[in-house]
Nanobody
Framework: QVQVVESGGGLVQAGGSLRLSCAVS????????MGWYRQAPGKQRELVAT???????NYADSVKGRFTISMVNAKKTVYLQMNSLKPEDTAVYSCNSVMGPNRIVYWGRGTQVTVSS
């Protein structure tokens, strides 16, 4: 069984930084990609950033230049470095992992990020 566990959320002032981590464990063939998504109260879940096992990354326009996604394949872990945080970044951040070769998607439970003004 595959488990996806996030950590690193918390409360930070506007302009501050946080680093989220997401680790995958269990039995699986390979990781195709991993990604971070967020959902603010009353809003739909939105993509923040994704990264493929080969290193190609993709970002939402709202976080480009402020957030950086990285993956350590050996550790089966993806990180999201968030700088210059804004109150509008407040949300529950969830991680997913897309497993090859059938592209099965597993989700973590999420971690709260709150940015105060």
């Amino acid at each position: 069984q595959v488990q996806v566990v996030e950590s690193g959320g918390g409360l930070v002032q506007a302009g501050g930084s946080l680093r989220l981590s997401c680790a995958v464990s269990g039995s699986f063939f390979s990781i195709y990609s991993m990604g971070w998504y967020r959902q603010a109260p009353g809003k739909q879940r939105e993509l923040v950033a994704t990264i493929a096992s080969g290193g190609n990354s993709n970002y939402a326009d709202s976080v480009k230049g402020r957030f950086t996604i990285s993956m350590v394949n050996a550790k089966k872990t993806v990180y999201l470095q968030m700088n210059s945080l804004k109150p509008e970044d407040t949300a529950v951040y969830s991680c997913n992992s897309v497993m090859g070769p059938n592209r099965i998607v597993y989700w973590g439970r999420g971690t709260q990020v709150t940015v105060s003004s």
